[in-house]
C-alpha cells in the first residue's frame, strides 16, 4: 500500500520560532490534509489542499500541496506553548473517499520555556 | 468537542475479559469509523460502516467485533485480546459515503486500551 514519509519525527524548539514540517509519498495524490492531536484527544482537521501549489494559511498555520503532488509543507509561525502536540498529515489518492486516507506516522513538536 | 464522543477514556483488561468501546457522534453524519493508534505507527483503519452497513473490515482479529445499530452509535466489542492490542482506539465520522472524494474525518477522544 502507499506509504507517507512524515518528517521530522520530533521537533524541540523554543517558543517564539517557526516550525516547518513535511511529508513525502512515492504515489501521486488528490487531496492533502493536516491534523493535530493535543495530548489525551483525537486529531483535529487543521487544513485541508486540494489542488497541486496550492497554499493555505489557518492563522499562524500554512499548508501547501506540492506541485508534483507527491509532498506537502505545514509551516507555523512564531509558536506559543498550545503548538504542543502531533501533527499528522494524510493523503488521499484521486477517487478515494475517507476510506481510503493515508496517515504519516506523525511530527511530535515539543516547545521548551 | 468535536461532537463524537467516546466512552470510557481509558480501560485496562485481562486476557480473558470482554468488554466494549462506545462512540456517539452528534452530528448527523452518516458514515463512522474504527481507527488504532499505536505508537511510532500511522493510524490503521481497522473497520468503517455507511448508513449502519459495515463496508469495509481491514483484516482485523475477530476478537474485534463492531457493532452499529443506527447512524449516531458505534461499538468495538473486545474479547480474548492480546497485549499488543494496548493502543489508542479512535472512533471518527464523516457526512457522507466513505468514499466520497473530499470527506473530512471528525475524530473521538479515543479510548486508550492497556491490556494485561
Known amino acids: 500500500g502507499q506509504q507517507l514519509n512524515q518528517s521530522p519525527q520530533s521537533m524541540f524548539i523554543q517558543e517564539g520560532e517557526d516550525v516547518s514540517m513535511n511529508c513525502t509519498s512515492s504515489?501521486?495524490?488528490?487531496?492533502w490534509l493536516w491534523y493535530k492531536q493535543d495530548p489525551g484527544e483525537g486529531p483535529v482537521l487543521l487544513i485541508a489542499?486540494?489542488?497541486?501549489?496550492e497554499l493555505t494559511s489557518n492563522g499562524r498555520l500554512t499548508a501547501q500541496f506540492g506541485i508534483t503532488r507527491k509532498d506537502s509543507f505545514l509551516n507555523i509561525s512564531a509558536s506559543i506553548p498550545s503548538d504542543v502536540g502531533i501533527y499528522f498529515c494524510?493523503?488521499?489518492?484521486?477517487?478515494?473517499?475517507?476510506?481510503?486516507?493515508?496517515f504519516g506516522k506523525g511530527t511530535h513538536l515539543i516547545i521548551q520555556p | 468537542e468535536t461532537g463524537v464522543t467516546q466512552t470510557p477514556r481509558h480501560l485496562v483488561m485481562g486476557m480473558t475479559n470482554k468488554k466494549s468501546l462506545k462512540c456517539e457522534q452528534h452530528?448527523?453524519?452518516?458514515?463512522m469509523y474504527w481507527y488504532k493508534q499505536s505508537a511510532k505507527k500511522p493510524l490503521e483503519l481497522m473497520f468503517v460502516?455507511?448508513?449502519?452497513?459495515?463496508?469495509e473490515n481491514n483484516s482485523v482479529p475477530s476478537r474485534f467485533s463492531p457493532e452499529c445499530p443506527n447512524s449516531s452509535h458505534l461499538f468495538l466489542h473486545l474479547h480474548t485480546l492480546q497485549p499488543e492490542d494496548s493502543a489508542l482506539y479512535l472512533c471518527?465520522?464523516?457526512?457522507?459515503?466513505?468514499?466520497?472524494?473530499?470527506?473530512?474525518?471528525?475524530f473521538g477522544s479515543g479510548t486508550q486500551l492497556s491490556v494485561l
Open positions: 489542499l486540494y489542488k497541486a501549489g
Open positions: 504515489s501521486i495524490f488528490n487531496t
Open positions: 494524510a493523503g488521499q489518492y484521486e477517487g478515494g473517499g475517507a476510506d481510503g486516507l493515508t
Open positions: 452530528l448527523g453524519h452518516n458514515a
Open positions: 460502516y455507511s448508513l449502519e452497513e459495515r463496508v
Open positions: 471518527a465520522s464523516s457526512q457522507d459515503s466513505p468514499h466520497s472524494p473530499n470527506e473530512k474525518l471528525f
